[in-house]
């Protein structure tokens, strides 16, 4: 029932639902995706920060009801490490929703946001780390998608090096390894050399770059 409740949490489709508010499909301009990096890109930075607020709460706040549920009803039997894997597997579940959204064919956005959302629940203050090295990546490449992968990696690493993150590593490398998959054709711009970058000013065609992001 957790993993039902994160998946459809996650699998609400914010920037969707955001962009149509405002008249338009979000699918059909930018890249085509409905997270909060092309909504912002389109439509501008409230409705963007509108879409990051939202996708964060719903990776969020799911894992923090599904700890509260289980304070609250302390199932016997439930030891630290089953707890662990269940608000594992709601995270989890969450992101996978947002990636995978069933509302709009499976087709979801990257995952970012929402997975910032379960890691703030679940790493606390260690959450402080990727975000540093997504805002070190940014401020040196001017590109949101290495600061996205960089972030993704170092969520990963930390759940290997940082004793009290290791309940987590069945979340952590799954996660950096599911945002790596899903940029991978950022990665395919990257290494060509034709990534947008923060603050260039240059726009693709809606439909080249949609087809650039299937």
Known sequence: MLALAGFLSGSLPFGWLVARLGGMDIRKHGSGNIGMTNVWRVMGWKAGLTVLLLDVAKGLLPVLLA?????????????????????????LAAILGHTFTPWLKFRGGKGVATSLGVLIALYQLWVLAPLGVFLLALATTRMVSVGS???????GILAVAVPALRPYMAFGIPVALLVVWTHRSN??????????????????PAAESAQADQ
């Open 67 to 91: 700890g509260r549920l289980m304070d609250t009803v302390n199932p016997p039997g439930l030891t630290i490490s089953g707890r662990a894997w269940l608000l594992l597997i709601t995270g």
């Open 149 to 155: 992968i960089l972030a993704a990696l170092s969520v």
């Open 187 to 204: 990665i395919r711009r990257i290494l060509d050399g034709t990534e947008s970058r923060v603050g260039s000013g240059k726009k693709k």
